[in-house]
Nanobody, 117 residues
Framework: QVRLVESGGGLVQAGGSLVLSCVAS????????VAWFRRAPGKERKFVAR????????YYSESVKGRFTISRDNAKNTVWLQMTSLKPEDTAVYYC??????????WGQGTQVTVSS
């Protein structure tokens, strides 16, 4: 059974960078969109970015546009989220998910990102 496994989270100072990875473990990605979401402490989960199977036309939330980059390598069963110019408000648990936008049906367990001021 395929599982999504996130990694790469950690503690970083404001202005720093991190790269998150989402790996399809135990199988391969289906030919679907993969997205990143995040949940900040005490807040609802929010969309961050998504990328289609082809890798064309990535889409970002306004809060991360210009700072985060989503990419994928289907041969490596991996999707990345490169995060730069990190801010304390980026602190959250980051999740990757696969499926049709709006109905993602496969989720990872999440990786913690903490940005100190």
């Amino acid at each position: 059974q395929v599982r999504l496994v996130e990694s790469g989270g950690g503690l970083v100072q404001a202005g720093g960078s991190l790269v998150l990875s989402c790996v399809a473990s135990g199988g391969t990605f289906r030919r679907n969109t993969v997205a990143w979401f995040r949940r900040a402490p005490g807040k609802e989960r929010k969309f961050v970015a998504r990328i289609t199977w082809s890798g064309l036309s990535p889409y970002y939330s306004e809060s991360v546009k210009g700072r985060f980059t989503i990419s994928r390598d289907n041969a490596k069963n991996t999707v990345w989220l490169q995060m730069t110019s990190l801010k304390p408000e980026d602190t959250a648990v980051y999740y990757c998910a696969e499926g049709v936008p709006g109905t993602y049906d496969l989720w990872g367990q999440g990786t913690q990102v903490t940005v100190s001021s």
